[in-house]
């Protein structure tokens, strides 16, 4: 039996967004979505069994958690423990090297990096696909950084049904720019979003099918390595996601003014010549999708249009790592 395990998982985007949950419980989504893993936003967590007298422990950048936040873990540690019938409790101990002025959440990287650590400390070692089904239940978005490059989370209809499966490397030149438009952390996190907008939102049942269509056809376009296919692709799913919102009632936005000066500037600077694309999750910050051998001249132009923010470029990132175990 192993003592300590360490791993590493990457942050997400995704590109074909996953909007509202069929099963809240289970986390279970409503439509299938797509993603591109980032290399330079990633989770190290380790993981150490504790002596049964004690109870479950969590470190996050050093500092020891609340209560409250510990329990969260400990709900998602429960469905590894129960599975591998080795109830001890477990000192959690997270870095996340998402830089702070990001504004980029960590929760897909975060609950990658435990589920892979718990994976193999329990000795389940599961394969990716099956280990994704239980990082799901952390995090939804986290289902799909168990893999790296272009990544699919079908929705299934069931614990087992609903996983992640690897598309293909994006080892074809392909980088991501975030525009910060605000660091800040979000007013409306993405669960209360979601669940307010398949509630009430009139547009709910048009993105499901539309986002339907807009999976088989970017995963064309991936076949393909059609780079322009996949901007598009990418841009318009992403406003029909924050289209749904604008439809709920009440409604509401993640857009900020700035937002739409970064979404301005990416296409002045298409206009110019420049293949980028962008797209929006559940906060003000704009991703823009371009060429990895355009990123730095890029950043340039964007850093002149929009001389405020703070830009930080990434390529590709891999799947989960296990870094240490013993
Ligand atoms: O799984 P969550 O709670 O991080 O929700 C993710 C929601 C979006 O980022 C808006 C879309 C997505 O597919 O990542």
């Not at 959690?92 to 980029?104: D, K, R």
């Not at 598309?167 to 209360?192: E, F, H, P």
């Amino acid at each position: 039996m192993l003592n300590i395990v360490k791993a590493r998982a990457h942050t997400n985007i995704a590109l074909i967004k996953y909007w509202g949950k069929k099963d809240p419980h289970l986390f279970i989504p409503m439509n299938s979505s797509l993603s591109l893993t980032l290399d330079e936003f990633y989770t190290d967590t380790s993981v150490k069994w504790l002596p049964v007298t004690e109870s479950d422990v969590f470190y996050l950048n050093g500092e020891k958690q609340s209560q409250e936040e510990t329990k969260k873990i400990s709900a998602f540690l429960d469905l590894f423990r129960e599975k591998s019938q080795h109830f001890s409790p477990i000192e959690v101990a997270s870095i996340n090297f998402v830089p702070t002025a990001a504004g980029l959440a960590s929760s897909a990287s975060a609950f990658a990096a435990l589920g892979a650590a718990m994976n193999r400390l329990t000795g389940l070692d599961l394969s990716e696909e099956d280990l994704s089904t239980y990082i799901r239940r952390g995090s939804g978005s986290a289902t799909r950084s168990v893999f790296g490059g272009f990544v699919q989370w079908t929705k299934g209809n069931s614990h087992k049904t609903s996983r992640a499966k690897f598309i293909d490397d994006a080892s074809w030149d392909i980088g991501m720019l975030t525009l910060v438009v605000n660091s800040n952390s979000k007013k409306i996190s993405s669960r209360q979003g979601m669940a307010h907008t398949v509630n009430t939102s009139q547009f709910y049942p048009a993105w499901v099918e539309a986002a339907n269509q807009d999976l088989i056809a970017i995963k064309q376009a991936i076949a393909q390595r059609n780079f322009q296919k996949l901007g598009e692709i990418t841009e318009a799913n992403g406003m029909k996601m924050h289209g749904t919102m604008l439809g709920a009632n009440p409604p509401f936005c993640y857009f900020e003014p700035g937002s739409i000066l970064a979404m301005n500037a990416v296409r002045t600077l298409r206009e110019q010549g420049y293949a980028c694309y962008f797209t929006m999750d559940a906060g003000p910050n704009v991703k823009v999708l371009c060429r990895k051998s355009q990123m730095k001249e890029l950043q340039t132009q964007f850093q002149a249009l929009l001389p405020d923010l703070t830009i930080i470029s990434s390529g590709v990132g891999q799947g989960i790592q296990i870094l240490e175990s013993h």
